[in-house]
């Protein structure tokens, strides 16, 4: 059992809280560019993330249209119109990377979410050719995932509107499915918190292939089967959820540290007496 290597010592919890209950995923932008002292801080955020030498997030100034890919046939679920983009890379030799880099590149998209910037999870839509031109990577590293990022448009396109319907981005596991056993009068109220919070974190193809239990007083995230494969990793979604919990554990004022596990459990969050 080792320390979970890309775990944060801080976190924005009210921001973040609040970026987690009213983000949404956006493939459609305004193409105005974003100010260049907002990508500034944010890539002062994402140049002081932890873990680096497992995963890390960059931020390009600017995203060309091909980017991004058709998500299914065609131009359907294609992003436009997004001037900027976050990249998130990993060592595939790394045996944390995909859910350092979910936890990670999770951090980002909150942080630009704050800072009232549309963003979308974007796995396997995007041409990996030209991320690459536009990042310098060392031998061993890869691009994963990316986001674009900018201003959402006023109304989503109709093609957008038809993926989200497909995937149901709307609809989320009732809590004792993802967390067997929950009790929300009976939990205690910092893994209550960070279940709930959880239970709307982004996945592939809405699949939220997690599961939260409650054991000796600390919370075991595990992977499971569940949805469609794809091309995504089930444990890169996992690491979103977990970012996602420890932001409620730590609302309610359960600060702790993440060890990892062999599979399939993923990882163990302790609170840390103050």
Known sequence: MLDFPDALDEMPVVEWTS????????????????????????????NALPGRSVARVVVLDQAPADLFTGLIVGSYG???????????????EERTVQESMGYLGEAAV??????????CWV???????VAASLTVLADDERIFAVSPLGYPHDRARPGERLVKAMVRAKHRRPATEIAPGFDAERW???????????????SAVNRQPWR?????????????QRGLEGSVSRLLDV?????????????MGAMGIWQSLEAPRVARYHPVPR
Request: charged residues 20%; aromatic residues 6%.
């Open 212 to 224: 939260f239990d409650l054991e000796d007083g600390a919370i075991t995230v595990s992977v499971v």
């Open 239 to 251: 690491g979103i959820a977990m970012l996602h919990f420890e932001v409620g554990a730590r609302l």
């Open 19 to 46: 970026a987690i209950t009213t983000r949404r995923s956006v493939r459609t932008y305004n193409e105005r560019p974003v100010d260049p002292r907002t990508l500034a801080v944010l890539r002062g955020f994402c």
């Open 110 to 119: 909150l942080q630009a979410t704050a800072m009232s910037l549309g963003t």
């Open 78 to 92: 294609r992003v436009v119109g997004a001037p900027s983009a976050l990249v998130v890379i990993g060592r595939p």
């Open 188 to 202: 205690p109220a910092w893994a209550a918190e960070g279940v709930r919070l959880a239970r709307i974190a982004p």
């Open 123 to 129: 796995a396997g839509s995007f041409d990996r050719a």
